[in-house]
């Protein structure tokens, strides 16, 4: 499985950029996929995370601000993100989870975003 993420990039506060994050299967298999992010010197933390049946959950910090989605015809998962802050700079990875017998966790290689204030 691999996960391949696109659409990052440097952007003025106040603007917006959209990732995808491209799966080589289908994405309908999953049971969860999400996107975390990762700032130097920080942990990687949860950004947003929708389910097999569109149910999402956001971060605090990214609320309002933010949208997650996937169109599992094209086998995406997409991050909208709006009125980008500077503390929103980091690298964003795609993660997909699913649970058959096994549980498998896969992630994608992280796209830059960095936001100038």
């Known amino acids: 499985v691999q996960l391949m993420e696109s659409g990052g990039g440097l952007v003025q506060a106040g603007g917006s950029l959209s990732l995808s994050c491209k799966a080589s299967?289908?994405?309908?298999?999953?049971?969860?996929m999400a996107w975390y992010r990762q700032a130097p010197d920080n942990p990687r933390d949860l950004v947003a995370s929708?389910?097999?049946?569109?149910?999402?959950t956001y971060a605090d910090s990214v609320k309002g601000r933010f949208t997650i989605s996937r169109d599992n015809s094209k086998n995406t998962l997409y991050l909208q993100m709006t009125t980008l802050k500077p503390d929103d700079t980091a690298i964003y990875y795609c993660?997909?989870?699913?649970?058959?017998?096994?549980?498998?966790?896969?992630w994608g290689q992280g796209t830059q975003v960095t936001v100038s204030s």
């Open positions: 299967v289908r994405t309908a298999d999953f049971d969860l």
């Open positions: 993660y997909a989870f699913v649970k058959q017998l096994n549980e498998w966790r896969y």
């Open positions: 929708i389910t097999s049946t569109d149910s999402t």
